[in-house]
Every structure is written in C-alpha cells, then in structure tokens.
C-alpha cells in the first residue's frame, strides 16, 4: 500500500472540512501518517479509530513514512516546514489574483502545487519564480449528507446564503440588492448562515445590527454539524453567493447537490464548477483592489467588483427565481446535481493519488469506471 504523510486541519472550518474529507478518502486506498494542525474537531466519531490511527503512524514517522511524499493541504503563504525527505505537495485555497513576495518564496519551495481551479492555475503560472508543476483537482461534496430531496416551502420563498460575514463574501451588498429585488414583498426572506470565528465580537455586532434592520431576514447561530447545515438548506429554494473570490465555497456545490437554485459570481474559482445551465451567473465587469480593513489590508491583488450591473444582475435573478418559486415551488437545479454527482470527494482523492503516485490504484480505477 502507498504511504502519504498529511498535514492538515481536521475540523469544520474550510480547510478543516477539505482535510477531513480527503483524509476519508484518501485512507481507503493510502496508508497515511497524519499531522493534524491545530485541535481536531469532527461532527461526528466515524473516523475518530482511523485518525487515531495516522496519528499513531507519525510516531513511527522516521522509521516508515521518511521517504513517503507528503501533502500539504494549508495556506500558500506558510509552507515553510517540510515532513520528511519525500516530494512536497502543496495544496492551498487562495482567493486574490496576485502574490506578494512570501507567497511566492513559500510556493516555491514545492515539488508540486495543486489547485482547485484552473483559475488558480493561472494566477500561479504568471510568476516565473514559481518553478513547480502545478495541477488541477477539484474540491467535492459528501453526497451521503448533501442530496436532492424534493421538498418545498410554500409559504415563503427562502433565499439562502453560507459564508462567514466578509466583504468578500458580498454581505456589504446582499441586503441591498435583497431589498430592491423585493421592496415591499411579504412571502420572501434572506437567510444568513454567517457563523465567523475570526471576527471581533464589534465586527459581529455591527454586521447583525445592519441585517437584523430587514424583519424578513434571518441571522442562523453557529451549526456544529454538517447534517445540520443540509438540513438548514433543505429548508431553502434559492441560494445566493455574490462573492467577490474564491477559493472554492464549499457550500455553493453542496446546494446544487441538493438540487437548490443558484445565483452565483461568474469570478474566480466559482468558474471551476459553475455555468449557465446550473446557475444564473453574475458576469463580472470591472476589478477593484483587494480591501475589506479587516482580513484584506495592504493587498497586492484585485477582487471582482459589484457596483453597476452585477448589482443590477443579482437583482434581476433575485426576482427571477421568486417568480419560478411562485409558479413551482418545488422545482429543481437538476443540472446542479448533476455537476456535483461528478464532484464526490471520492473523486478527487482519485486525482490526488494519480497526481502525487502517477496512477490510481487498481481500487480507485474500478471505482471511476463504475461511478
């Protein structure tokens, strides 16, 4: 059997959520020596014999996993410490469209970098000083908790929206445009899962303050599972993502795997996964220097900018999908589920193994040809 070292959180954070997850995958096919960052926190204890259990292997780490390639699924600006004498393998999530200096001398410490998006691809390979090959693999979705059930909520449409309060997000914007779409509406409402454990208790306050001002929307507390996250998005029709980057967002594939609606900016790594048959898409104009005085100080990079018409769009397909829900409020994104069924975290554990080995296991390659 292969051997991995991994270093990665395993929590219910972003990349807590990556990391977990691949681990999950990954350990079916892989003996892994896991170095977890930071507390490891699950939602649940099906895996907890199994990470005991690479953990344990990193105690034996010099005598077995030495020469093992090790993954690194963490942030692009600190790749610093090496596990091992065996080929490095970054795997990072970045959101702006340049790097400063430490972000390129860390990546460039890599054998490979992997991204999710051929965006990302992009931003790296513009910088010569970056000599590593980089690769592509996706992000994916558990469909054992994110999966289409008809459901409808008749009474009033729900509009949904996952991410912690940031402007990048587009939370400095949302409201607005929720309350041109539907001045005087009574059957609709904005639904806010916001939870961010970065922000100051005045940032949250003030955030809260300006939303809690629209009697229509709701502010969801903290959810400590993912069951319960789907739960909560079963509950919704529409979800709403006029983020300015990203990385990713996790949570914009998990509703279309649900079958939800979605709007979405047609932006960053959003594009990976997102087109015009599984989403209305924010087309983006103009650029704006990447700023919010709280997480983004002192960029060098540029994030996609929402005054003028992708206001305007996002309004448009607010109203759009109002009137779809009252016309047929259980109708569904069938091809959002569609993308997200060849998006399984199985999936990409494939591709990693192919990446970092050169070829799946004869297991995975049966899988993939059966999936």
Known sequence: MSKLN?????????????????????????????????NIHLDTEELASDIQKAINNGHIFDKVFHQSPCLKIWHEHDLANRIGNGPQYAFPFFEINALDERRINH????????VASTWAKDV????????????????????????????ATEDVCVFLNCGKWEK???????????????????????????????????DRHEWERYYNSDARVKIIPHLTTHQEVANMM????????????????LELLEMMAMGKHVIATDYSAHTQFCNDKNAKLIKINNFEKAED??????SVGEW?????DPFNQGVEYLRHYYEKWKSNPISHNEEGIKTAQKLSWSN???????????????????ELQTA
């Open 124 to 151: 790296i390979e513009r910088y010569s000083q970056i000599s590593a090959p980089v690769k592509v693999v996706p992000l994916g979705v558990d469909p054992n908790i994110f999966s289409y059930k008809p459901q």
């Open 348 to 366: 990409t554990a494939h591709q990693l193994e192919e990446v970092i080995y050169g070829s799946p296991s004869a297991k995975a390659q049966q």
């Open 304 to 308: 996609a900018s929402l005054d003028g």
């Open 168 to 202: 990048r997000k587009g939370h400095d914007i949302l409201l607005e445009m929720f309350k041109q779409a539907f001045p005087n509406e009574k059957d609709v409402a904005l639904w806010m899962m916001p939870s961010n454990p970065f922000l100051s208790n005045k």
């Open 293 to 298: 005085t709280v997480f983004f100080t002192n």
């Open 6 to 38: 991994m270093f990665a959180p395993i929590n219910l954070l972003g990349y807590g959520v990556v990391g977990k997850n691949l681990f999950k995958a990954l350990s079916k096919q892989i003996d892994i020596a896991l170095f977890p960052v930071g």
């Open 107 to 114: 990546l460039s410490s890599m054998d490979t970098i992997i």
């Open 234 to 249: 079963s509950l919704s029709y529409c979800g709403i993502f006029p983020s300015r980057a990203e990385g990713w967002n």
